[in-house]
């Protein structure tokens, strides 16, 4: 079956870092863009990076631009997410999905949730002292 599977997540305070991972199983991990959305109590979905398959292109929304890092590992099979300088509104369940199409990212490029067929179970992400 088709499966993307989140790990990662936990507790640290402001200013710390974790590594999220995202390990995919039944597809091509290199043929397919894998995007990273996160959802807070109260809040909209919102999309943090994609990377795309084709030529590594990536996106970042600007609140997390220059402290998170998108990367993918084909022969893993895994897509990661550095998130550095950690600030309390980073605190969200953290999902990764894959969008088919595995195309370039424009520079207009911004992730849409409607344009991924299948997501992660998420993992939490908590940030504070």
């Known amino acids: 079956q088709l499966q993307l599977v989140e790990s990662g997540g936990g507790l640290v305070q402001p200013g710390g870092s974790l590594r999220l991972s995202c390990t995919v199983s039944?597809?091509?991990?290199?043929?397919?863009?894998i995007g990273w959305f996160r959802q807070a109590p109260g809040k909209e979905r919102e999309g943090v990076s994609c990377?795309?398959?084709?030529?590594?292109?990536?996106y970042y929304a600007d609140s997390v631009k220059g402290r998170f890092t998108i990367s993918r590992d084909n022969a893993k099979n895994t897509v990661f997410l550095q998130m550095n300088s950690l600030k309390p509104e980073d605190t969200a369940v953290y999902y990764c999905?894959?969008?088919?199409?595995?195309?370039?990212?424009?520079?207009?490029?911004?992730?849409?949730?409607?344009?991924?067929?299948?997501w992660g179970q998420g993992t939490q992400v908590t940030v504070s002292s």
């Open positions: 039944g597809f091509t991990l290199e043929y397919a863009n």
């Open positions: 990377i795309s398959a084709s030529d590594g292109s990536t």
């Open positions: 999905a894959r969008d088919p199409t595995g195309l370039p990212l424009s520079r207009l490029y911004v992730p849409d949730a409607i344009e991924f067929d299948y």
